[in-house]
């Protein structure tokens, strides 16, 4: 779809694209493909977090978590 296209046929072709090309299968399968992505930055960032935390205390001679 080319913006040339879009706009040729005003706010109605606009309308018409969007509601043809969201359907819930669409939209479903880019959210797969994100999915394990957005798992292993969760567990990125709680472990660099917890890491941050034992490193902070050990510098300070404490070694609770």
Do not use: C, D, H, W
């Not at 969007?18 to 472990?47: D, H, K, R, W, Y």
């Not at 941050?52 to 609770?64: D, L, M, P």
């Amino acid at each position: 779809m080319l913006l040339a296209e879009v706009a040729g046929t005003g706010m109605a072709g606009i309308t018409s694209q969007l509601t043809t090309g969201v359907t819930a299968a669409a939209l479903f399968g880019t959210v797969s493909e994100i999915f394990p992505f957005v798992i292993v930055m969760i567990g990125f960032s709680f472990g660099y977090k917890v890491l941050r935390k034992v490193v902070k205390a050990a510098s300070k001679g404490k070694t609770n978590i």
